[in-house]
């Protein structure tokens, strides 16, 4: 009897778990090419569309955009406004990072500055950002300068909100076991506040990446004599649609890649946070 009931368990397990692993394999192949064919079937019903229930002025063709897409990658034109634009969009990244995390963890620790000097923050940063980049012209010019003044402060306000309210949300028996064990604020701080708050940290470093993108590519719009958001603004303004969608295309193309890239990259700490609790 318990041969027998072995038999069975072992039976019953094996074929179980196996089929689980192949559906698992076969729906993720499934997933993949279901979306390459809404993507393909999207460029077809666009490419048929156009020119038959849309004017092509507007919306231009697949078959189009491709080739002036390709002009730019073989003169070498694309190569050098994206890096004009990633290059500013890192930097502004950077710099409002760093002190979005500063201050973020300094008022984070100190409820009584945190009493003063928020509800200044809270205001600034529940206004359209972008409405100052007239302002930020007539400070640092229509050069890089701007572009990156832009960027840094949309990143100020997400880095600093997310640490912010990240080390306001750690356990305070967790801080009062450091101050116990003789730990001073500094202790306090990189050894049980910002551990803790990382996946905040993580989380407003997720929003920030792209939004600092954005910034960059708007003030290159309205302000800018090269980057990805000056050849969307320069096509549009001669009605080149197909040079219009070419350059919208590698922003979206890019601005994906990156969000994968960060996803990966921040796995680490998202897995640590994950077991920590």
């Known amino acids: 009897m318990t041969a027998t009931v072995h038999e069975k368990d072992v039976r019953g397990h094996v074929p179980t778990d196996l089929p689980r692993a192949r559906k698992g394999r076969g729906g993720a192949l499934g997933i ?3 979306q390459l064919a809404v993507g393909v079937g999207i460029l077809l019903v666009w490419e048929l569309a ?7 002025l507007l919306i231009s063709r697949p078959s189009e955009i491709l080739p002036e897409l390709w002009s730019w990658i073989d003169s070498g034109e694309l190569f050098g406004h994206a890096i004009s634009t990633f290059s500013d969009a890192a930097l502004g990244l950077l710099a409002g ?3 979005g995390l500063a201050v973020g963890a300094l008022l984070g620790q100190s409820a009584r500055l945190a009493a003063v000097f928020e509800p200044f923050i809270t205001a600034l940063y529940t206004m359209p950002k972008h409405a100052l980049i007239p302002l930020f012209i007539m400070w ?6 701007l572009r990156v003044l832009t960027a840094g402060v949309i990143v100020f306000f997400l880095i600093f909100y997310n640490t912010f309210f990240g080390i306001k949300d750690v356990s305070e028996s967790l801080k009062n076991s450091v101050r116990i064990m003789g730990g001073g604020p500094a202790d306090v701080l990189f050894r049980v506040s910002l551990p803790s708050a990382l996946i905040w940290v993580v989380a407003g470093l997720k929003l920030a990446v792209p939004q600092a993108i954005v910034g960059v590519v708007v003030a290159e719009m309205l302000a800018g004599g090269e980057g990805l958001g000056y050849l969307v603004a320069l096509n549009a303004g001669t009605f080149n649609s197909a040079g219009t969608f070419a350059a919208i295309f590698v922003l ?3 601005g994906f890649a990156v ?3 960060l996803s990966w990259a921040t796995k680490p700490a998202l897995l640590w946070k994950s077991s920590a609790n």
């Open 50 to 56: 156009s020119g038959r229930f849309v004017d092509d």
């Open 97 to 99: 990072g760093v002190v």
């Open 32 to 34: 993949r090419a279901a």
């Open 259 to 261: 969000d994968r890239i």
């Open 140 to 145: 640092v010019g229509i050069g890089s300068e």
């Open 252 to 254: 979206l193309f890019v």
